[in-house]
């Protein structure tokens, strides 16, 4: 279950890094928008890049994010989710459309007109725990 506190964070529209795994053990980090369907983070991706690759491989990942306020010690709040991710295909164009509206302003037209066409790749994590500074830190 994904606690208020971090659907609020969410829904304020921070990037997000998402962190993957490549064939080597290596981090591979992108920064993404991120959204929450029922109970999992999304996040659209027109190209079938390196991230949709490591996920379909290996599930493993991690969501860092900036929160928006300061702790009692004056440390910036920060989000990491630790879950695991799988990959659907089609409908990232929606997705994307849906995040745009948070990211970049209610009526910016998002993605642009030639990859609208385009099924695209949705990543879609499950939570497992939550860490960081802030109050999902307890969660």
């Known amino acids: 279950m994904i606690p208020e506190s971090v659907r609020a964070l969410i ?6 890094h998402l962190t993957t795994l490549n ?4 981090p591979q980090v992108s920064v993404v928008w991120v ?9 659209g991706h027109m190209p079938e890049a390196q991230k949709v690759r490591n996920i379909r491989r290996d599930g493993r990942v991690a969501l860092s994010l900036l929160g928006r306020g300061r702790n009692a ?4 709040e920060y989000l990491v989710v630790y879950g695991q991710a799988r990959i659907t295909e089609g409908g990232a164009a929606a997705l994307l ?6 990211y970049l302003g ?12 385009w099924p695209g790749f949705i990543t879609r994590i499950r939570p497992e725990r939550f860490a960081g500074v802030g109050p999902w830190s307890a969660a």
Not at 23 to 26: F, L, Q, T, W
Not at 106 to 117: A, G, L, M, Y
Request: aromatic residues 8%; glycine residues 10%; contains cysteine.
């Open 35 to 43: 959204g929450i369907e029922n109970d999992e983070f999304v996040c």
């Open 23 to 26: 064939r080597d053990g290596s």
């Open 73 to 76: 010690m004056g440390l910036d």
């Open 106 to 117: 209610p009526d910016v037209p998002f993605p642009p007109e030639p990859f609208r066409s």
């Open 11 to 16: 829904s304020s529209g921070p990037l997000a």
């Open 97 to 102: 459309q849906q995040l745009a509206r948070v």
